[in-house]
């Protein structure tokens, strides 16, 4: 009898253990060497906590933090480049030398260490001049700055990135449009702007696919999409409806457009029941068949439970998160931001991704679990996210050997960093950084006890990781 069915026993050798940033979040350096001002730098100003404008200065502490990487272990780095810091306006009529220097700087300092990069193209930081201009992604003009923007880092670093992410969390910055600059007073108007910005990233993904195809024949695209398992209240098909749809309208689309090449008849759905147009020209449809992502990068965090409410709750604008509540499984482990320890859930989520586009290279772009630290003896003793990294890396082998195609693990994040909504008080480094909302201190980086986890688990590719016992919560 042949018990050989080409399934997986493990990790394969070759597998990327890496982490996760994103420039805003780490590099600080905001106004200096001739970068542009973008739309994350403005929103964090207005945040209660602190800005953009240092951060954990990763643009001034570079070599010591690959080093710490190197000394990780690490196989991958995924961090994303800032628009503004290679093109000031986003669309002058040159590079910016200086943001050049150091991405090539980064870059190389990755490939003597024989980190392979991860680099995203657009994440979550517009330059503010773009919005000025034209409106920003609210505008079709936008599809062709972001593609020669795309088209200039293919030219400048991919000599040595062969994996490329489009646009992080595309579905976030459609629904949360100010993110992206995009304002209206009414509420409609917004929410139509807002559609077609998505649209036109769709659009401007597909080019910048169908070019690095045909500019590199080993490298790899695809986009970062925000996937958060939703799971039902209870049985009721009516609860499975919901929690089935606003998992297709805020994760599945990203991932639909972005392989299939079509706009999703659910999405066509809800854009004729809200009223709403999109901006179709022709040749657009070739277009987003002509270019396909060829992996999907996917940013988990935990699962979500949700049931249907009578109470009006329109977060993410009206329409895709209305009218449900979110509801919390006590017997998980829970962060106090309302993310969860759920493990299996990742297994569940990776096997779903995998039954809609079978064999589809994943990387998990994100993950990761948040806390308030303190420094203690120049020690973190972070056992949750300990606990956090053991589960969801044993669960990720479930799921490499249920067939599912996993090539790389970027928990987010490296080292310590702005979160968007909460400043440095929401940790999730695996690298302490030692400064607070209040002061900048020494910037100091201590490895936490996560730190040194995970180095096993690379070591050993994951000999380390225990047993989970689903009934420990
Ligand atoms: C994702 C973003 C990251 C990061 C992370 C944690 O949505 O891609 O940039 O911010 O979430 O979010 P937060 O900082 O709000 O906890």
Redesign the pocket.
């Known amino acids: 009898m042949n018990n050989n069915y080409n399934l997986k026993d493990d990790f394969p050798d070759d597998f990327l253990w890496g982490a996760s940033t994103?420039a805003f979040?780490v590099e600080g350096a905001a106004n200096e060497d001739g970068k542009g001002v973008t739309v994350a730098d403005l929103r964090t100003k207005k945040s209660k906590y602190l800005d953009s404008s240092v951060t954990v200065d990763h643009y001034h502490h570079v070599e010591e933090d690959v080093a710490l990487m190197a000394k990780l272990g690490l196989k991958s780095y995924r961090f994303s480049i800032s628009w503004a810091r290679i093109f000031p306006h986003g669309n002058d009529k040159k590079p910016n030398q200086k943001g050049i220097d150091f991405y090539n700087k980064l870059i190389n300092l990755l490939v003597k260490n024989n980190i392979e990069p991860i680099v995203t193209i657009f994440?979550?930081d517009c330059p503010i001049s773009l919005v000025e201009q034209y409106g920003g992604w609210a505008s079709r003009r936008a599809i062709d700055d972001y593609y020669r923007y795309a088209k200039t880092l293919f030219e400048l670093f991919g000599d040595r990135v062969h994996y490329w992410l489009t646009i992080?969390?595309q579905s976030?910055l459609a629904n949360v449009p100010s993110m992206n600059g995009i304002q209206d007073n009414n509420l409609h108007e917004l929410r139509q702007k807002s559609e077609n910005s998505n649209y036109y990233m769709f659009l401007a993904q597909a080019k910048v696919y169908k070019l690095c195809h045909k500019m590199f024949s080993n490298s790899k695209i695809g986009p970062a999409v925000?996937y958060m398992t939703n799971f039902p209240y209870d049985h009721t098909s009516e609860n499975a409806l919901k929690s089935k749809s606003m998992e297709d309208l805020i994760a599945f689309i990203d991932m639909d457009v972005a392989i299939r090449g079509e706009l999703p008849t659910y999405y066509l759905r809800y854009l004729k029941d809200k009223n709403l147009v999109l901006d179709i020209c022709d040749g657009d449809f070739e277009t987003l068949k002509e270019g396909r992502a060829n992996f999907l990068g996917l940013?988990w965090y935990s699962s979500s439970i949700f049931k249907i409410t009578d109470v009006e709750n329109p977060k993410m604008l009206d329409g895709v998160i209305s009218n449900v509540e979110k509801v919390t499984d006590e017997r998980m482990m829970n962060a106090e931001?309302g993310l969860s320890y759920d493990p299996v859930g990742l297994r569940f989520a990776m096997q779903t991704v995998n039954d809609r586009f079978p064999h589809i290279p994943i990387i998990i772009t994100?993950c990761g679990w948040?806390e308030r630290e303190k420094l203690e003896n120049g020690q973190v003793h972070d056992q949750k996210r300990i606990k956090y990294l053991n589960g969801y890396i044993y669960e990720l082998r479930e799921a490499i050997k249920d067939g599912v195609n996993i090539i790389s693990f970027n928990p987010?994040s490296f080292l310590d960093l702005l979160?968007?909504?909460?400043g440095m008080d929401?940790r999730y480094g695996l690298v302490f950084v030692n400064r607070d909302n209040n002061s900048e201190k020494d910037l100091a980086r201590y490895p936490k006890d996560s730190f040194y986890f995970y180095q096993k688990v690379i070591e050993t590719n994951a000999k380390n990781v225990e047993i989970l016992n689903i009934n420990s919560g």
Request: no cysteine; aromatic share 16%; glycine share 0%.
């Open positions: 994103s979040q994440h979550f992080n969390e976030l925000s940013n931001w994100e948040p987010w979160s968007v909504n909460d929401k």
